[in-house]
C-alpha cells in the first residue's frame, strides 16, 4: 500500500559530523511534506517543512531536500550535537486529506 | 514550545474502566488531531476536528470517541479500556487553512491497561 517510509530505523554518527537522514514516500498527490523530532517521552517537535514546489528549503542547520523523481525527501543535519539524538519521522500531507501520514521513523544516535 | 497540553501523562488502570484524556490548546487553532504511537513506531491518526462540533474518524479504526464542545479543548474518551488500548495518545492543533500547516502537538499520555 502506499506509505511513508524512512530507509534505515537507526543511524549511528559522530558528534560534529553531518546527518543525513532519508524518508521515501509512494502518494506522488503528496503536496506537502514535514520532519519532526521526538524525544523520548516527549510529543513530535517540528523541525521543517516543504512544499512540492521546492526542492530545498533551509533552516538553522537544517536542510531539506525532495526530489520528487524518485519520490525522496531528505534531512541533512549539519554539525551534529548531542541534542539532536532523537527520533525522526517524515509526515506528508496527501492533497485533499484532514491529517498527515508519518513514516516509521529513525533513531539517531550520537556517538561522541 | 507549543501550547498545548495533555493530562494525564502517565495512566495505568484496570480493564473495564471509563477513561477520558484531556487535550486544551491556547493557540486559538480551529483544527485538532489525535493520534496513536506505539513505541518507536509511527503516528497513526485517530480523530480530527475542524472546529466546534465537528468530529470526524482518522485512518486508524479506533474504539475510542472525541468531543469538541470549546474550541481550545478536545478530550478523548474509552467507555471500556482493554489491554489493546495500551498505547501513546497524541494530541495537535493546527490552522484550518489548508492542509498544509504545522500540526503542533501534545506531550502525550501514555497508556496502560492491565
Known amino acids: 500500500g502506499e506509505s511513508v517510509g524512512l530507509h534505515l530505523p537507526t543511524l549511528s554518527v559522530q558528534e560534529g559530523d553531518n546527518s543525513i537522514i532519508n524518508c521515501a514516500y509512494s502518494?506522488?498527490?503528496?503536496?506537502?511534506f514535514i520532519w519532526y523530532k521526538q524525544e523520548s517521552g516527549k510529543g513530535p517537535q517540528f523541525i521543517i517543512d516543504?512544499?512540492?514546489?521546492?526542492d530545498k528549503r533551509q533552516g538553522q542547520r537544517v536542510t531539506v531536500l525532495l526530489n520528487k523523481t524518485v519520490k525522496h525527501l531528505s534531512l541533512q543535519i549539519a554539525a551534529t550535537q548531542p541534542g539532536d539524538s532523537a527520533v525522526y519521522f517524515c509526515?506528508?500531507?496527501?492533497?485533499?486529506?484532514?491529517?498527515?501520514?508519518f513514516g516509521k521513523g529513525t533513531h539517531l544516535i550520537i556517538q561522541p | 514550545e507549543a501550547d498545548i497540553y495533555q493530562t494525564p501523562r502517565y495512566l495505568v488502570i484496570g480493564t473495564g474502566k471509563k477513561i477520558t484524556l484531556e487535550c486544551s490548546q491556547t493557540?486559538?487553532?480551529?483544527?485538532m488531531y489525535w493520534y496513536q504511537q506505539d513505541p518507536g513506531m509511527e503516528l497513526h491518526l485517530i480523530h480530527y476536528?475542524?472546529?466546534?462540533?465537528?468530529?470526524e474518524k482518522g485512518d486508524l479504526s479506533s474504539e475510542s470517541t472525541v468531543s469538541r464542545i470549546r474550541t481550545e479543548h478536545f478530550p478523548l474518551t474509552l467507555e471500556s479500556a482493554r489491554p489493546s488500548h495500551t498505547s501513546q495518545y497524541l494530541c495537535?492543533?493546527?490552522?484550518?487553512?489548508?492542509?498544509?500547516?504545522?500540526?503542533?502537538f501534545g506531550p502525550g499520555t501514555r497508556l496502560t491497561v492491565l
Open positions: 495537535a492543533s493546527s490552522k484550518l487553512a489548508g492542509g498544509n500547516n504545522e500540526q503542533f
Open positions: 502518494n506522488s498527490a503528496s503536496d506537502y
Open positions: 516543504i512544499r512540492s514546489n521546492m
Open positions: 509526515a506528508e500531507n496527501r492533497r485533499g486529506a484532514d491529517g498527515l501520514t
Open positions: 493557540m486559538g487553532h480551529d483544527k
Open positions: 476536528s475542524y472546529g466546534v462540533n465537528s468530529t
